[in-house]
């Protein structure tokens, strides 16, 4: 029996601007996922919605997350620093 799981999550950002430059910054993670997990991103005014999805190994997802919320993190503290 193969697992599908898929975990949206919106994030809001002060400006269209920096939602635009985390979205560039991060689109890396949409293609560097384990074989069996999807990514994507979509951008719509200041708020950047993922999307991943896993078929099979339920940590497979959860790591996935993790590393997308971490690069996410990273980026927006970047942006912040400069500013």
Known sequence: MKIESEISIKLVFATP???EAIDK???PENIE???NVSASS???NNELL???KSKGNIMDLITTVEDYLEKI???YKTIK???
Request: glycine share 0%; net charge negative; aromatic share 0%.
């Open 17 to 19: 601007e920096i939602t």
């Open 25 to 27: 910054s991060t689109k």
């Open 33 to 35: 996922t384990p074989e």
């Open 42 to 44: 979509e951008m719509k």
């Open 50 to 52: 993922l999307t991943i």
């Open 73 to 75: 993190d990273l980026s």
């Open 81 to 83: 620093s400069i500013k």
